[in-house]
C-alpha cells in the first residue's frame, strides 16, 4: 500500500512539474532566439541614435519560461522627459496585454503556437529608433514555425523575378494539401483571398473569415493543390514590391500565408 501511495504521488508530482511549463518547448526556444535576435539588432544600431546609448543587458530581464523579456526606456538627462521606450516579451496567447492599448502598444498573434510577442515602441521624435522592422525580421521564426503546423500551404509565385515599369505584374496563387488525408477547403476567389502589396490592401476586400461560408467547398486529396492567377496593373517607377498573400480560411485562429517580393525597373 505504500509503494502505490508513493508511486501516486509521484505521479502527482511531474504531472504538477509538466504544466508548470507554460509554452511547448519548440515554441519557447523560439521565442527566446527571436527575443535575443531583437535584442542584437536594436545593441548594434545604439551607436547612431542617442536614445539608445543605455541599451546593454540592464534591459533584459526573465519573463514566462524563462524567456528573455527586453524593457528600456531613455530619459533626457537635461528636461528628465521620456523621450524613448521600448519593451517586447512572450507571453500566452490568452493573457492581457500588460502594455495597455493605444498605438503605440502591439501585439503579434501565433494562435496556433499558443504565444504572442506584446510590447510599447513610443518614439517622442521621428527620427528616434524604429524598432518595428527589427521586431518583424526576427519574429519571422515564429510566424514560419506556425505555417508549417497549418495542414494546408498558401504559395504566392511568380515566374518572373523582374518586371518594367508599368508591366502588368502576374503572380500565381497556390493552395495546397500538405497531409496525406483529405481535407475540406474553400475555392481561391476574392472572398477567401487578401493582398497587400507594399503594405497596402489591394484587388480583394478586407479579409473577413465570416465571408468563408459562402464559398463553394472544395476537396483536395492528400497532397494535391489547386491554384490561380491574378493581374497587377503593375507600378509607375522602379522598386521593390513586396505581395502578401492570405488565405482567409482560419486554422485553429491562424491564416496559411506567403510573400514574395518582386523588382520593377
Request: charged share 25%; no cysteine; glycine share 6%.
Amino acid at each position: 500500500m505504500r509503494k502505490l501511495i508513493f508511486t501516486i504521488g509521484f505521479i502527482l508530482i511531474l504531472s504538477g512539474a509538466a504544466r508548470a511549463q507554460t509554452f511547448d518547448p519548440v515554441v519557447r526556444d523560439l521565442a527566446e532566439e527571436v527575443i535575443q535576435g531583437i535584442y542584437e539588432d536594436v545593441k548594434g544600431a545604439s551607436q547612431d541614435h542617442p536614445e539608445l546609448k543605455g541599451f546593454n543587458v540592464v534591459a533584459l530581464s526573465k519573463g514566462i519560461d524563462n524567456v528573455t523579456k527586453i524593457e528600456y526606456e531613455y530619459i533626457n538627462d537635461q528636461t528628465l522627459d521620456k523621450v524613448y521606450r521600448f519593451a517586447v516579451e512572450a507571453v500566452p496567447l490568452d493573457q492581457a496585454n500588460t502594455y495597455g492599448q493605444g498605438p503605440k502598444v502591439f501585439e503579434i498573434a501565433y494562435p496556433v503556437l499558443n504565444i504572442k510577442l506584446i510590447g510599447v515602441l513610443d518614439r517622442k521624435y521621428a527620427s528616434h529608433f524604429d524598432a518595428e522592422p527589427v521586431i518583424a525580421k526576427n519574429a519571422e521564426k515564429l510566424l514560419q514555425y506556425e505555417q508549417q503546423q497549418i495542414p494546408y500551404a498558401l504559395e504566392v509565385a511568380s515566374e518572373k523575378n523582374l518586371y518594367n515599369v508599368g508591366e502588368p505584374i502576374e503572380f500565381t496563387i497556390i493552395l495546397k494539401n500538405k497531409t496525406n488525408q483529405n481535407l475540406k477547403l474553400r475555392e481561391l476567389n476574392e472572398e477567401t483571398l487578401f493582398f497587400n502589396f507594399n503594405g497596402k490592401e489591394w484587388g480583394t476586400r478586407a479579409m473577413d473569415p465570416a465571408n468563408v461560408r459562402h464559398v463553394l467547398p472544395v476537396i483536395l486529396g492528400p497532397q494535391e493543390s489547386i491554384t490561380t492567377t491574378f493581374y497587377h496593373e503593375g507600378v509607375r517607377r522602379p522598386q521593390n514590391v513586396v505581395i502578401e498573400g492570405r488565405y482567409a480560411l482560419p486554422y485553429n485562429g491562424s491564416f496559411a500565408q506567403d510573400t514574395i517580393s518582386i523588382e520593377v525597373k
